[in-house]
């Protein structure tokens, strides 16, 4: 064959491949909405898929229904949780509203509170918000509202994961099994390798990150009962939510923390509070999640922080979430193909050895 028309071929299977990956990548950035809410729905199957197989082969239970127990078991956790919450929030901001004079004259009482005031006239200050508190909980009261139609408006968003994330557990094994069976049997078994290694990431990153939000928790309460803070269950859960968020999780709950902290002992219980707060925040950042997550994710430490700061800088909050998950998939594929490049260069070598 003459080698232009094998140039010009070869120049025309470049061009077409380039289109056709350029237009596939366009047609998910346009769709990219869709794309996301089903990684969230693959995300969440993946991390339900356990408990839902414990119902299905220890309980000899209908798999649908397991899903949907295990749906239930969800939404009541978190139903109780908001009650253990929102409930002595809300009597606190009013306790608060009403109180807020009181504990004004009384940090006056404190000797280094009151040299402070005298120079910054801080309580003069803190007197005229305690008199507009009572208009701005009004305008909160309607900005919660407003946020409260926002929250429903995503009601239909969420009910598309949960659908999606139904069939993934309900009919993921045997989809899986379809696509092994259009494969060679070596692929299907490297592709099931590397399923199984995702698979086993995710539920080792949502059991890491239950396990971290627990120790935060009884951390907060103790150090909460240690100052007589009152609300410290609500605020030790709240502060464990927060904490679920990598690296400024704990930042945020230790803010709203204090503020409550500040309220009851000023000066010392915030000052123990805010070195309790940096101490954990230092431990968990570069001791516990690293170690946690490299033993359940199977992620060196330096890949996890990595991966935290590169999340966290393209996506905000969801990425930083997502990130390690995304690291440890990212990971099993380079293994995979690690391990067939090694394969492919150990077997001539094994098959010329004998001749030689």
């Known amino acids: 064959m003459h080698p232009s028309r094998v140039s010009t071929g070869l120049v025309v299977k470049i061009v077409l491949v380039t289109a056709a990956v350029l237009g596939a990548l366009y047609f998910v950035w346009l769709s990219r909405?869709?794309?996301?809410?089903?990684?969230?729905?693959?995300?969440?199957?993946?991390?339900?898929?356990?408990?839902?197989?414990?119902?299905?082969?220890?309980?000899?239970?209908?798999?649908?229904?397991?899903?949907?127990?295990?749906?239930?078991?969800?939404?009541?956790?978190?139903?109780?949780?908001?009650?253990?919450?929102?409930?002595?929030?809300?009597?606190?901001?009013?306790?608060l509203s009403d109180d807020l004079p009181g504990y004004v004259d009384d940090l006056r009482q404190n000797e280094t509170f009151r040299d402070y005031d005298n120079k910054y006239q801080i309580t003069e200050k803190l007197r005229e918000q305690a008199e507009q508190l009572p208009s701005k909980l009004g305008d909160a009261a309607g900005t919660l509202r407003d946020v409260t139609v926002g929250v429903f408006s995503r009601f239909v968003q969420l009910f598309s994961i949960l659908v999606i994330a139904f069939f993934l557990v309900k009919d993921g094994d045997r989809i899986l099994a379809f696509v092994y069976r259009q494969l060679s049997a070596e692929r299907a078994r490297r592709l099931r390798t590397v399923t199984d290694d995702i698979s086993d990431a995710?539920?080792?990153?949502?059991?890491?990150?239950?396990?971290?939000?627990?120790?935060?928790?009884?951390?907060?309460y103790v150090t909460l009962l240690a100052l007589d803070v009152p609300f410290r269950v609500p605020l030790a859960i709240l502060f464990g939510f927060f904490d679920l968020v990598p690296l400024v999780g704990a930042t945020l709950g230790g803010i709203l923390v204090g503020i409550v902290v500040a309220f009851v002992n000023f000066p010392v219980g915030l000052i123990v509070w805010a070195v309790v707060l940096i101490l954990y925040q230092q431990v968990e950042n570069n001791l516990i999640q690293p170690v946690i997550y490299g033993r359940t994710v199977e992620l060196h430490p330096l890949?996890?922080?990595?991966?935290?700061?590169?999340?966290?800088?393209?996506?905000?909050?969801?990425?930083?979430?997502?990130?390690?998950?995304?690291?440890?998939?990212?990971?099993?594929?380079?293994?995979?193909?690690?391990?067939?490049?090694q394969a492919s260069r150990t077997a001539p070598a094994a098959a010329t050895a004998p001749s030689a």
């Open 202 to 220: 995710i539920v080792g990153y949502v059991f890491g990150n239950f396990v971290i939000s627990i120790a935060a928790g009884l951390v907060t």
């Open 33 to 95: 909405d869709i794309v996301i809410l089903v990684m969230i729905a693959l995300f969440l199957a993946v991390a339900i898929a356990p408990p839902v197989n414990w119902l299905d082969r220890r309980a000899r239970m209908p798999r649908s229904i397991a899903i949907l127990l295990v749906y239930l078991g969800i939404g009541v956790a978190i139903f109780g949780i908001g009650l253990l919450i929102v409930p002595p929030l809300v009597t606190g901001v009013k306790d």
């Open 303 to 341: 890949l996890v922080l990595l991966a935290i700061l590169v999340g966290g800088s393209l996506l905000g909050v969801l990425g930083a979430l997502i990130a390690i998950p995304v690291a440890a998939s990212v990971q099993a594929v380079v293994r995979d193909v690690w391990r067939y490049r």
